[in-house]
């Protein structure tokens, strides 16, 4: 089989010290499921390792949500993604992202395709100079006071728009770094 090099991105831990999953953790319960040449980045759930399980990404995610739900008493949502899509990914960004800095873009990815029907209702003209722009299982978001500060932001993550789907967003920084990861192997 073939190793291939993996993104998890985990959605929602170590916010204001709540559900923590410790990346020291994180590391060994990666690769007690098998998986070698684990890395993390930062504290916010982002980790890369390779792995020639042939296993899809949706059943590596479901994997690691039940080996972190057994190891810390919480489940996890988890997004899996190979480092040919992040890298796809970054490359049809149709905001000028060389430009700009990390905390002005992000990507939120999602568990599945996103319908741009879910997004058409949002008077985008109501928002700028924010904006956003959808992606194969990704919303890019321009936001150029940051995300704390925005109101659009807000707007694209409400439940009644993401609903049924597992999103995480992540900083234009980020995005490069995982990249970086992913071709470190």
Not at 153 to 178: F, H
Request: proline share 5%; aromatic share 8%; hydrophobic share 40%.
């Amino acid at each position: 089989m073939t190793t291939k090099t993996y993104a998890a991105l985990l959605r929602g831990i170590n916010v204001s010290g709540h559900r923590k999953v410790p990346m020291a953790e994180l590391r060994p319960l990666l690769e007690g499921l098998g998986h070698t040449n684990v890395r993390t980045y930062l504290q916010s759930g982002n980790a890369v390792f390779t792995t020639d399980s042939g296993t899809g990404e949706d059943e590596l995610a479901t994997a690691l949500e039940d080996a972190i739900e057994e190891r810390f008493g919480f489940r996890v949502d988890c997004l899996v993604r190979g480092g040919d899509y992040l890298a796809a990914v970054a490359e049809a960004c149709p905001f000028p992202a060389a430009e700009l800095e990390g905390k002005q873009l992000h990507a939120i990815y999602y568990s599945g395709p996103v319908d741009p029907e879910r997004f058409a209702a949002i008077d985008r003209e109501a928002y700028l100079p924010e904006d956003f722009a959808l992606g194969d299982r990704v919303l890019y978001l321009y936001v150029p006071d940051g995300l704390g500060r925005s109101r659009l932001g807000d707007v694209v993550s409400r439940p009644a728009v993401v609903k049924g789907l597992v999103a995480t967003a992540r900083n234009w920084n980020t995005v490069v770094r995982l990249i970086e990861m992913t071709k470190e192997d």
